[in-house]
């Protein structure tokens, strides 16, 4: 059963430029989602790199043999 926080929303209005709006339509149809769980994603990744830039760490994306193909910077 979910609870009262679960079931609240909040409702936000994004000015998007075409191509934001075309690049998260793309994202949501390769998800099988809506915009809002691209959202959801993006801000969950995006929270991750932080604590992991404020502990020191770094963010990789690397191939099947674990040989670096790029650094995430600038986050």
């Known amino acids: 059963m979910a609870t009262q926080n679960q079931l609240q929303r909040i409702q936000i209005e994004l000015e998007l430029s075409p191509e934001l709006y075309e690049t998260i339509n793309n994202l949501a149809q390769h998800l099988n ?3 809002a769980e ?3 994603k993006a801000i969950a990744l995006l929270e991750v790199a ?3 830039k404020q502990k020191g760490k770094h ?9 670096l193909e790029t650094e995430i910077v600038g986050i």
């Open 33 to 35: 989602g809506d915009h």
């Open 38 to 40: 691209v959202l959801l």
């Open 50 to 52: 932080l604590e992991a």
């Open 59 to 67: 963010l990789w994306i690397v191939d099947e043999q674990d040989n």
